[in-house]
């Protein structure tokens, strides 16, 4: 298979992932029937309505180290294991740099503050914590801002990272039977694609659940876009030449 052909096939892939993604977010929004807040008055109405579901807990929330865990079982069967890296090191850095330091707080954090939103403290205090983790950590309540989605964000750009680094290649792998490492046997392989695909499948759920309880539109969108950024930059855009 030629080099454009594969990539073009990969670019579909991921496509069909994104779609399938943001096809989740929506069918979550339009299955909530009312706003995100009179979702939040109400006694919980199903268990996915609590962030202590074990899917969240468990999956959702380490979402980047189940995506590193599939990634680096992925790396034996990597064509150029150097660039995968280095997409992978740009990945990580921008998921931290949204969501848990840059240079001082998240940005994430940094447009919740520009847009309002301000730590709430039981007490009065000589120092407000300008980051959700230490406004949390003093026993206060993140409020007033533009609270961006952090597991559309999180779920997205893990999603799609799998779709062109782990799922793409491993089904032109399988398809072409190139077996670039002997060493290893055809069924682990598969076993890595199962793996994969039921990660993402769990994502969807998220994402769905995700919609359907939690955030209004505006927050919802903006981790999407923000989930899809990195991806349409180096992967279709290839701004950054990886």
Known sequence: MSPARASAIR??????????LLAAVALGFAAAGRSPAALASASAPSPWASKRNPLNTYLAKFAWAWTTMLFV???????????VVLRYATATLYWLAMTRWFFGPPLFDRLFVHTGGECQLPMPASDTPYSMSACRSAG????????????CFLLLHS???????VLAPLLLLLASLEHRSPAASPAARWALLAATLGLVGV?????????KYFHGVEEL???SLLGAAYWFAVYHMRIVAM
């Open 11 to 20: 670019s579909r892939i991921a496509l069909l992932v994104l779609a399938a």
């Open 73 to 83: 079982a992925m790396l034996p069967f990597a064509a150029a294991p150097a660039r």
């Open 221 to 223: 969108v903006s981790g």
């Open 203 to 211: 994502w969807l759920l998220m994402l769905f659940f995700t919609a």
């Open 159 to 165: 999603g799609l990272f799998l779709a062109e680094e």
């Open 140 to 151: 206060g309540a993140w409020a007033g801002g533009h609270d961006v989605s952090g597991h």
